[in-house]
Each structure stands twice: as C-alpha cells, then as structure tokens.
Nanobody
Framework: QVQLVESGGGLVQTGDSLRLSCAASGGIFSNYCMGWFRQAPGKEREFVAA????????SYADSVKGRFTISTDNAKNMVFLQMNSLKPEDTAVYYC??????????????????WGQGTQVTVSS
C-alpha cells in the first residue's frame, strides 16, 4: 500500500510561484508513475502533470504547459510540482497520485491507484 502526503500549498497572488511536494512511502518508488491532479470548487478533478517511473518523460495539461514543471527525487521518494506564473484559475485542491507502471514510456493521465489527501492552492487576483 502506497501512502502519499502532499505539502506546500498556500495563498499566493497572481504571477507568483509555488512548489508542491509529495512524499511517497510503502512501495518501490521507481516502479510508479507519479501524477498531480487538481479539483476546483464545483468542478471535476482534472489531470495536471505526470512523470514516468524513471523520471525521463513528462506529460502536462495544456492549461499548465510552460508554467508548471513536474520532477522527482527517486532517492528521497519525492515528487514535486513547480508552479510559476500562477493564475486565479489555478486555484484548487492539488492531489498527488501514484500508478504502478514500471515499463511505460509515456506517463498516464488517468487511472491512478493511490492518492494523497490534497493541499489547497489559492491564487488571488
């Protein structure tokens, strides 16, 4: 059973940056693709970014491409989401997720197996 704990959320202003962290435990980290999703009030949860188990390949939602960067530190079982040029529409609860997929070359954007509890990101205008 994989456990995921997010941190780093907060209240920022438009244009600011924020870095989310997710600590993983309970599994062999290098066997998992890692992803970030978000859910705004009244909306469905949506894909934000993902990275493959080796940290070589990434995927991004069009809405964050060029502003957000996902990365991993396999030695520390951590995944990060660097968010730059934040906009009010980025306001949401951000969730870290893991999917057992040691051999994929393109990180998946759905069907993740494990989820964190979420961290709130609020961007004021």
């Amino acid at each position: 059973q994989v456990q995921l704990v997010e941190s780093g959320g907060g209240l920022v202003q438009t244009g600011d940056s924020l870095r989310l962290s997710c600590a993983a435990s309970g599994g062999i980290f290098s066997n998992y693709c890692m992803g970030w999703f978000r859910q705004a009030p009244g909306k469905e949860r949506e894909f934000v970014a993902a990275i493959d188990s080796r940290g070589d390949s990434t995927s991004y939602a069009d809405s964050v491409k060029g502003r957000f960067t996902i990365s991993t530190d396999n030695a520390k079982n951590m995944v990060f989401l660097q968010m730059n040029s934040l906009k009010p529409e980025d306001t949401a609860v951000y969730y870290c997720a893991a999917r057992f997929a040691p051999l994929v070359f393109t990180p998946p954007t759905r069907d993740y197996d494990y989820w964190g509890q979420g961290t709130q990101v609020t961007v004021s205008s």
